[in-house]
């Protein structure tokens, strides 16, 4: 018997058994009992993840053994997948990650990902191949973007640039897991960008803000509450500072992220509010959902409108429950 492995990891089998033939029922018994044990033993374990740097230093993850290559074996401690819809490369520029901060980080695209297919139906049809640069200080991250003909706008902890595919970030020295949180959020970008042509600021940006705080526990998805947003969103609302949400559906992208720049960020706050508010109930995730697919299919219609056909009542019956959303108690949301 010779066992071929092919590029893609699936095991071929080609037995060769001589010309002569089996003369009687236990012979033929043998065979086949070898046979099955040799092709059951002969299967690798697919759980098994190894890390490696190349010649550039960046960090690399797989499931093979390369032959030549110093590769360490990790225990990525988390629920069994067949996730595998993305390519990852994390190139740690000064080298400040711990090998646990590393498994962070794939743990982290892969339920953003994961959350993106299974829970938007967001059908990723193919593999978005995702390059992460990571640096130590915000002067060091600030003098790439510029190399890259890119402004940091105010505030910023991190972006991709859509023109490589990559994203972009600095260590947080005060609270270094806020750094992780921006990572999942530029991936939530990354697949946007991908895959749809256009979706409006809002929309775009408030799931961003709500993968920051995402985890999947025994494989349930989580989402940790986003105070930040919560106090931001919730101020302005009880000072009367907040728009409608008929208004606010209908900001355009450009005058969004002209607000992002100018360094306000109230924006910001409102769309991972309202998309937070979506995400927490039936009807709220089916709207979004067709909101997507509608914005997929090149609809370039403001949300307002959108909303009025889409759900059941309109925005009307949208704007109660927002006004009743914030001024709620901010908890964890089990989705």
């Given at each position: 018997m010779r066992l071929i492995k092919g590029w893609d990891d699936e095991l071929k089998t080609e037995a060769r058994i001589g010309k002569g033939t089996v003369k009687n029922r236990s012979d033929t018994f043998f065979v086949v009992l070898i046979f099955c044990l040799l092709l059951c033993f002969s299967f690798p374990v697919f759980s098994e993840i190894y890390s490696w740097k190349d010649e550039y230093g960046n960090t690399?993850?797989?499931d093979k053994v390369l032959e030549g290559t110093e590769q360490k074996k990790v225990d990525l401690k988390v629920q069994e997948s067949e996730w595998e819809k993305y390519l990852i490369k994390v190139n740690d520029v000064d080298n400040i990650l711990t090998d646990k901060e590393l498994l962070q980080i794939r743990r982290d695209v892969g339920a953003v990902y994961q959350f993106f297919d299974e829970k938007l139906y967001f059908d990723i049809y193919k593999t978005i191949?995702?390059?992460?640069?990571l640096y130590k200080t915000q002067e060091s991250y600030n003098n790439y973007l510029e190399s890259m003909g890119s402004k940091n706008k105010k505030g910023s902890r991190g972006i991709y640039l859509t023109r490589n595919n990559?994203?972009?970030?600095?260590?947080?020295?005060?609270?270094?897991?806020?750094?992780?949180?921006?990572i999942k959020h530029e991936i939530a970008h990354a697949i946007v960008a991908s895959l749809i042509p256009f979706v409006p600021a809002w929309l775009n940006e408030g799931l961003a803000e709500n993968m920051?705080?995402?985890e999947v526990m025994e494989g349930i998805f989580i989402l940790h509450p986003h105070n930040e947003n919560y106090r931001s969103a919730s101020r302005r609302y009880r000072h009367g500072?907040?728009?409608n949400l008929t208004e606010f559906l209908s900001v355009k992208s450009a005058d969004y992220y002209k607000n992002m720049k100018d360094g306000q960020n109230s924006y910001q706050a409102y769309a991972g509010e309202l998309v937070r508010m979506l995400l927490s109930s039936e009807t709220g995730k089916s709207l979004m959902r067709r909101l997507i697919h509608t914005y997929k299919r090149g609809s370039r219609a403001y949300s307002s409108y959108l909303v009025d056909d889409l759900y059941v009542g309109?925005?009307?019956l949208l704007q109660q429950k927002w006004d009743e959303w914030l001024i709620r108690p901010s908890e964890k949301l089990r989705l």
């Open positions: 690399h993850f797989g191949p995702i390059s992460i640069r990559e994203v972009v970030v600095f260590i947080n020295k005060k609270y270094r897991l806020r750094t992780f949180w921006t920051e705080s995402l500072e907040i728009l309109g925005t009307a």
